[in-house]
């Protein structure tokens, strides 16, 4: 499964066996405006679906990062540190936050595949 998956809170996941990559949505970057800082979590945090684990911020706003799986925190963007606007530049890609270590069976039930997801989007305008 390389597929993204989205939440309603604009977070994506990517899930490749028992890692998964996640951060905030193409759209919820452009929404932002320019990233001017990502606070990233702690190595060896274990979170939940849905908990706040990490921060974003713009020239516009902050915002609250969800995790949207559960799992433990085993790597995190340092990139970010340095180039925050990597996060405008390629929000589902190399502007990924951090990498969980997941079990073979995520819950992903509450996630949003693209076309889903779109929806979602077109609908809040």
């Known amino acids: 499964m390389t597929d993204i998956l989205y939440t309603e809170q ?3 996941v990517r899930i490749e066996g028992e890692t998964a990559s996640a951060g905030i949505s193409k ?6 405006g320019d990233v001017v800082y990502v606070e990233l979590p702690e ?3 274990t979170v939940e679906a849905a908990e706040e684990v990490a921060v974003v911020e713009s020239v516009k706003a902050a915002s609250e990062v969800y995790a ?3 799992g433990e925190v085993i790597e995190v963007n340092a990139a970010l540190g340095d ?3 990597i996060v405008n530049q390629d929000a589902e890609g190399a502007g990924w936050f951090f990498k969980l ?7 992903t039930e509450n996630l949003m595949d693209a076309e889903a997801y779109r929806k ?3 609908g809040l305008g």
């Open 27 to 32: 759209y919820a970057a452009e929404q932002l």
């Open 43 to 45: 190595l060896g945090r």
């Open 10 to 12: 604009h977070e994506w």
């Open 68 to 70: 949207p799986i559960g």
């Open 101 to 107: 270590k997941v079990d073979n069976t995520p819950a």
């Open 120 to 122: 979602h989007i077109e």
């Open 83 to 85: 180039a925050p606007e």
